[in-house]
């Protein structure tokens, strides 16, 4: 480890990260941090690169250029074992919550725990499948398939997967979307708790009530860039980087980009 580097300020760290796809550029030499134990969200327009740089900082997506450094260490130069790890340190829930259409969601929440507990009873799986559904609210059958669940319900199956294995750090994209108030705020409420025992969130949302309440740090992503990076207490200080948020969220990203111009 180079402790003592800036490297070891960040959990995450992005260094000039670029990712095309073809001949387009979706995320244009990015650089960035999340910080351990701190929420960061990450706004801005729809279209504007979020979920790519999400993917990108939980390792889904490979840089065209750049690399991604997980407690100082590029995540490229990881073996087989270290990759593991942080596929188990690091959970994601999905802004479509990519679930398996073709199993049960009982089959879906096992497969996690077989892979990093292949020692772990089917027993054990059950107790620990029980308690994350709980966690998250879903009380529904979990012998059915995703298709025969409404999108937060799908959600819901989401945040419990991610939650199996006991993450440090946690990829949110857009994770309340399609929950009502009552199944959002039970999320929200989880959030906090799971912060105040030290884990890591970088979550992405079109809610600004949560980055407010729940934000260390914000970063808005535009055009496949970083246009502007702020504290939480900024944004509870000031009324204006409320409405810049906002307005940023409402927008497609070329008409965001026209504003901001
Ligand atoms: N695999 C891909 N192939 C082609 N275009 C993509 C791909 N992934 C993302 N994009 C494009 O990149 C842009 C940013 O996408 P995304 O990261 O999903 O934005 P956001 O999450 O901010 O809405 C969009 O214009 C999207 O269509
Ligand atoms: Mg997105």
Not at 90 to 102: E, G, I
Not at 105 to 113: A, D, F, N, V
Not at 122 to 139: A, D, K, P
Request: charged content about 25%; glycine content about 8%.
């Amino acid at each position: 480890m180079n402790r003592g580097s800036v490297v070891d300020d960040f959990l995450i760290e992005l260094r000039n990260v670029r990712f095309d796809v073809q001949d387009n550029t979706i995320v244009d030499d990015i650089s960035l941090g999340f910080k351990e134990g701190k929420a960061t969200a990450l706004v801005g327009p729809s279209g504007g690169g979020k979920s790519t740089v999400l993917k990108l900082a939980a390792g889904l997506l490979v840089p065209s250029q750049g690399a991604v450094f997980y407690q100082g260490r590029d995540i490229a130069l990881f073996n087989r074992g270290e990759n593991l790890n942080f596929r188990r340190e690091a959970a994601v829930v999905f802004q479509d919550s990519a679930l398996w259409a073709n199993q049960t969601l009982y089959q879906t929440l096992e497969l996690p725990l077989q892979i990093h507990y292949p020692k772990m009873n089917s027993r054990t799986r059950e107790e620990r499948i029980r308690e994350v559904t709980r966690m998250v609210g879903y009380t529904r059958d979990l012998s059915v398939r995703p298709s025969q669940l409404s999108m937060g319900e799908q959600k819901l199956i989401g945040f419990a997967r991610a939650l199996l294995c006991r993450p440090n750090l946690l990829f949110l994209d857009e994770w309340t979307e399609s929950l009502d108030d009552d199944a959002g705020g039970r999320l929200v409420s989880l959030v906090k708790t799971l912060k105040e025992e030290g884990k890591t969130f970088i979550f992405i949302t079109h809610d600004v009530s949560l980055v407010t309440s729940l934000a260390d740090y914000v970063i808005m992503i535009t055009g496949g860039k970083v246009s502007m990076e702020m504290s939480g207490t900024q944004i509870n200080t000031n009324a204006d980087m409320v409405n810049i948020i906002e307005e940023g969220m409402n927008l497609c990203d070329s008409e965001y980009a026209m504003l901001i111009r």
